[in-house]
């Protein structure tokens, strides 16, 4: 099956920088790439995604990339605000149902 | 709409005591899973349901059973727990390639 590989497992930023999250899946046909946001006690949520047909998606402050041939993604968050803290989850998908997810970040932004 | 609602939100059992996790969603979705979080591992994916009628194993399906009991509802079993089992269990739905959508978990102790 898809193994997703998800680092760093914690990081911790000042207020106004910028954050990045990778992630490297194993198998080459995985097609679907989400990314979920969980705070502390709550359910995961989705705050972007990208299909293989993409290389690059943004909204707002927060992108994603792919490169297909190194079979990686990253999020990318810029101008952190406090709310940005929380754990981030990376997924890959070879069909529209099986999500493999990553470990997750723990992200901290300082004030 | 509520989304995804699942009851209970905890519980406590005993080694060998069986319990169903319900799971119930108003989105009108044709899928819906069920995921374990544990602690540095992210979410797994325990069974899935593409479509009413229709249930298939994730990543980690031994010691449950679900139930899609119709277009709404998909239940998980537990018939002889054990303390491996102690977790927060989160059902998701989704239309097929879309958002998965998840409840609020349910906090699970097996003794």
């Known amino acids: 099956g898809e193994n997703v590989e998800q680092h760093p497992s914690t990081l911790s930023v000042q207020e106004g920088d910028s954050a990045v999250i990778k992630c490297t899946y194993s198998d080459s046909a995985s097609n679907y790439f989400p990314w979920y946001k969980q705070e502390l006690g709550k359910r995961p949520q989705l705050i972007i995604d990208?299909?293989?047909?993409?290389g690059e998606k943004k909204d707002q402050r927060i992108a994603v990339t792919l490169n297909k041939t190194a079979k990686h993604f990253s999020l990318h968050i810029t101008e952190t605000q406090p709310e940005d803290s929380a754990v981030y989850f990376c997924a890959a998908s070879l069909n529209d149902y099986k999500l493999s997810f990553g470990a997750g970040t723990t992200v901290t932004v300082r004030a | 709409n509520a989304g995804v609602t699942q009851t209970p939100k905890f519980q406590v059992l005993k080694t060998g005591q069986s319990m169903t996790l319900q799971c119930a969603q108003d989105?009108?979705?044709?899928?819906m899973y069920w995921y374990r979080q544990d602690p540095g591992m992210g979410l797994r994916l325990i069974y899935y349901s593409a479509s009413e009628g229709t249930t298939d194993k994730g990543e980690v399906p031994n010691g449950y059973n679900v139930s899609r009991l119709n277009k709404r509802e998909f239940s998980l079993r537990l018939e002889s727990a054990a303390p491996s089992q102690t977790s927060v269990y989160f059902c998701?739905?989704?239309?097929?390639?879309?958002?998965?959508?998840f409840g609020p978990g349910t906090r699970l102790l097996v003794l």
């Open positions: 998701a739905s989704s239309n097929s390639g879309r958002t998965q959508y």
């Open positions: 989105m009108n979705h044709n899928s």
């Open positions: 990208i299909r293989s047909n993409v």
